[in-house]
């Protein structure tokens, strides 16, 4: 799943392809260097962030899903709002891609069942603003798989299908550092839930702190696309379902990678 922002302020490429222009040519590269999905979103997630008025979202990804999905392209819509999450549908989009899985909109689930899209469900706690005071766990790997099973339960009741759910750890949302890698090395406890798990690691906070130089300063997001490659391929091999990553090409050979290491385990 390459990465689309159309935003003037994502944390690790805001700004880059903010018209629609830049951000179509943009998706249309992306496919070229292996992307199955191309998720578009309008508004930055990143800690801190403020909201983005439903006007200007709906102006900033309609013109983009419109003619990426004219184009044949899979497209997910990366929003917590029913309504952009709809018209998005309606211009092409066959995923919602929502980091606060139908938290954040009420009127969300009830689109998600009429629609019948594809629904990523996002471990989340908070919007951006108060996300990074969130951060209590008891057992970070139970506690989200609980709490996504929570989302599954509610989305049921709102006559969501199984066949539509994708679940994801929601990796640096209400997580600090440390607590990202216990759901990346226990990704089987997700899968337990019996729902495709989808991935985004891809140039976050907690890999730029794990390749520090000896000041201690995280590397900048643009330096932190190795290791989102890594990830892919240890996130590939214990049966992830999809990565979301800005780096297209690097996450596809990694996939690949994977692959050939898992056949190869198979066969002894
Ligand atoms: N499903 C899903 N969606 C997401 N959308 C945005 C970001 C962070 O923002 P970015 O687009 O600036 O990387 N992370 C995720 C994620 O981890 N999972």
């Known amino acids: 799943m390459g990465v689309v922002n159309v935003t003037p302020d994502s944390f690790s490429d805001g700004g880059e392809w903010f018209e629609p222009r830049a951000a179509i040519e ?30 200007d979202e709906l102006a900033r990804v309609l013109p983009v899903i419109s003619a990426l999905s004219a184009q044949g392209a899979v497209v997910s819509v990366d929003t917590t709002r029913a309504l952009v999450a709809e018209q998005a549908v309606a211009a092409g989009a066959r995923i919602i891609n929502d980091v606060s ?5 009420p009127d969300m689930a009830g689109v998600v069942a009429r629609t019948g899209a594809v629904f990523v469900v996002m471990h989340w ?18 506690d989200v798989r609980d709490e996504l099973a929570a989302r599954v339960e509610a989305l049921r009741s709102a006559g969501v299908r199984d066949e539509q759910i994708v679940l994801d750890p929601g990796l640096g949302f209400s997580k600090a550092g440390s607590t990202n890698w216990p759901l990346l ?12 798990i989808l991935v985004g690691a891809s140039r976050k906070r907690f890999l730029g702190h794990l390749l520090a130089g000896p000041d201690g300063e995280p590397v900048p997001p643009l330096a932190r696309d190795g290791a989102t490659a890594a990830i892919t391929a240890l996130a590939a091999a214990a049966g992830a379902w999809c990565v979301r990553v800005h780096a297209v090409r690097s996450s596809a050979d990694a996939v690949r990678v994977a692959a050939a290491w898992t056949r190869a385990g198979a066969t002894g």
């Not at 590269?29 to 979103?41: I, K, M, Q, R, T």
């Not at 899985?101 to 909109?105: E, K, S, V, W």
């Open 185 to 196: 090395t226990h990704l089987d406890v997700l899968r337990g839930l019996g729902f495709p």
């Open 101 to 105: 899985g139908g938290l954040a909109d």
């Open 26 to 55: 943009h998706g249309l590269e992306l496919l070229a260097e292996g992307a199955d999905v191309l998720d578009v979103g309008g508004e930055s997630t990143r800690p801190g962030a403020g909201r983005v008025p439903v006007e």
């Open 125 to 142: 706690r908070g919007h951006a603003d108060v996300m990074d005071d969130l951060e209590q766990y008891d057992d970070v790997v139970t």
